[in-house]
RNA sequence: GUCCCGUUCGUCUAGUCAGGUUAGGACACAUGGAUUUCAUCCAUGCAACAGAGGUUCGAAUCCUUUACGGGACGCCA
């Protein structure tokens, strides 16, 4: 165990960024590589916006993504309460501090943190009014990933709020000390406040801990200018979790986001990241989300996963769209599932790939329809391939044998198989892609092939 | 407007601290190939040091400066 303790500090009052999922990460990341602690804190001090469910969410995704915290919520530790909602007493405590060191004035019914230092009215540009400021010492910011930012603060603000609760600038500093905080990893937005939070520490004559700001999340430019919000597309962790993602590739991805090995590995477990990750390797320039570079992320642990574990991953999709249900056979599903496995790269295409494996009612592509069934004769081609595989028995229905049967077949017609397969696919899958193609049969099985077969010329000829 | 932080292929980035690279990788894109097909796989290609000065034999790298981008300036967090 080392002392490094570091806190994810969100507030519950709508879905999960994808930022605040980096936030999290890297703050768990570091305190597993160094022993240290990781705290999940609840900043609810604004009653109007936060919910219930925005928490239950954030919980949630935290735990969906792998993230567990040593302290916080559910667990609890030795410096609860974790909600600031819940710690009134230690504000008034340590509030008392600054008002017994005359730090503190009251305006307006608001209480204000003062500065030190001459005042003096100056317009200010920005609020388009005289404003009372303070020529204060700069102060610095000692900040990993940025080195020594130095920043003057020179206004008051306010610290407890006119209907009594405290603000953002005083909790966060109070609940720091208070926890034993060491490391602050937080947002590159959050770096003009550090000069207040700064004053604070300072004001309490407690040492600052070591910051780390990260780069913001771009926008991707298409959508606009600025950094992602919550409505930008692919922003929002819920939406991986319910497009059936891979929690540990959403990880590996956001890992990404502005922090890198040196030798370009990209694909890293979540033990390789906790070993490997350094806050000294962290991007200074902003981030843009990529979905293309995330899908691909995505693809590559679908195809590491074992065939179990990939069967496991996929039910979800299937199930919601009714393709299978409890009753589906584990062995057919898998095998199915296995021909899919290397060819499709998302579990929410899964469904529309992998349909006429789990049902007859599978839709003829009309594209494919022009290309395989206007060339040559079709229906001839099926008819003769359907009395051929009629007479092959059950116990030779494997992948090379059914090879066989069109090769024997193509060699009396002098044609190549390549004049049966396509159709055939097109007869048995509505389409003129999928799976390797023999592979395909064995699986889908010698009654799914002839019947299927049987009613397609039917249907075809009548 | 003020302050702060940034800037390498379209995107994520390696290289910058300790100056010498054909400026590397991945995604995307393009072309070719494998294959029964493909949304798969393989190969190849495309493509960047924001600009200008300076220091130096030599600058992506050090210095200055301009431009551009981002953030903050709430009794939100």
Redesign the pocket.
């Known amino acids: 165990m080392s002392n490094v303790r570091v806190r994810f500090?969100?507030?519950p009052?709508g879905s999960t960024h994808i930022g605040t999922a980096r936030t999290a990460l890297y703050n768990w990341l570091y305190a597993r590589k160094t022993g240290g602690t990781f705290v999940l804190r609840i900043?609810?001090?604004?009653k109007?916006?936060n919910t219930e469910a925005a928490l239950q969410e954030l919980l949630n995704g935290l735990k969906w993504l792998g993230l567990d915290w040593d302290e916080g919520p559910e667990v609890g530790g030795n410096y609860g309460p974790y909600f600031?909602s819940q710690r009134g007493d230690i504000y008034k405590e340590y509030l008392k501090k600054l008002q017994d060191a005359g730090r503190t004035y009251e305006?307006?019914?608001?209480t204000f943190f003062k500065l030190e230092g001459e005042r003096y009215t100056e317009y200010?540009?920005?609020?388009k009014a005289d404003m009372e400021k303070v020529r204060t010492e700069p102060v610095v910011?000692n900040?990993i990933?940025?080195?020594?930012?130095?920043?003057?603060e020179?206004?008051d603000?306010?610290i407890?709020?006119?209907?009594g609760?405290?603000?953002?600038?005083f909790?966060?500093v109070v609940d720091d000390i208070a926890m034993g905080i060491t490391h602050v990893l937080r947002?590159?937005?959050?770096?003009?406040?550090s000069?207040?939070h700064v004053e604070l520490f300072k004001a309490f004559n407690v040492e600052p801990p070591i910051f780390a700001?990260m780069?913001?999340l771009?926008?991707?430019?298409k959508e606009g200018?600025?950094?992602m919000s919550k409505r930008d597309k692919g922003a929002l962790i819920e939406e991986y979790k319910s497009r059936n993602f891979l929690p540990g590739a959403v990880l590996n991805f956001v890992a990404?986001?502005?922090?890198?090995?040196?030798?370009?590995q990209?694909i890293l477990s979540i033990d390789e990241l906790t070993e490997r990750f350094d806050l000294k390797?962290i991007?200074?320039?902003?981030?843009?989300?990529?979905e293309?570079?995330m899908?691909?992320?995505n693809?590559?642990y679908m195809?590491a996963l074992s065939p179990d574990d990939y069967a496991t991953a996929a039910k979800p999709a299937l199930l919601a769209a009714n393709l299978i249900d409890e009753s589906t056979d584990t062995s057919y599903l898998n095998a199915s599932l296995a021909l899919c496995q290397?060819?499709?790269?998302s579990f929410e295409?899964l469904p529309?790939?992998a349909a006429f494996f789990f049902s007859d009612q599978f839709e003829f592509n009309e594209k494919?329809e022009g290309k395989v069934m206007k060339k040559g004769e079709p229906l001839v081609r099926i008819q003769e391939i359907l009395t051929v595989l009629q007479d092959l028995d059950e116990t030779d229905w494997t992948a090379e044998k059914i090879e066989t049967a069109f090769n024997t077949l193509a060699e009396q017609k002098e044609l190549?198989?390549?004049a049966w397969?396509?159709v055939v696919?097109f007869a048995l899958s509505g389409?003129?892609?999928?799976?390797?193609?023999?592979?395909?049969l064995e699986v889908l099985g010698k009654q799914r092939v002839i019947t299927r077969l049987e009613s397609f010329l039917k249907n075809r000829t009548s």
């Not at 305006?107 to 608001?110: D, I, L, M, N, W």
């Not at 407890?160 to 209907?163: A, E, F, G, K």
């Not at 609760?165 to 600038?169: E, L």
């Not at 771009?218 to 430019?221: A, F, G, I, W, Y």
């Open positions: 500090a969100p507030s009052t900043e609810d001090t604004d109007e916006r600031q305006k307006e019914g608001a200010d540009e920005y609020h910011i900040d990933i940025r080195g020594k930012v130095t920043r003057r020179e206004r603000f306010v407890v709020r006119s209907n609760d405290p603000s953002f600038h909790v966060n947002g590159e937005d959050h770096l003009p406040n000069s207040k700001h780069p913001m771009l926008k991707d430019p200018k600025g950094k990404l986001l502005g922090w890198s090995t040196k030798d370009n990209e390797d991007q200074k320039g902003g981030a843009r989300f990529d293309k570079k899908s691909h992320i693809f590559e195809k290397p060819k499709i790269d295409n529309s790939f494919a190549k198989p390549f397969f396509p696919r389409t003129n892609s999928g799976p390797d193609f023999l592979p395909m």
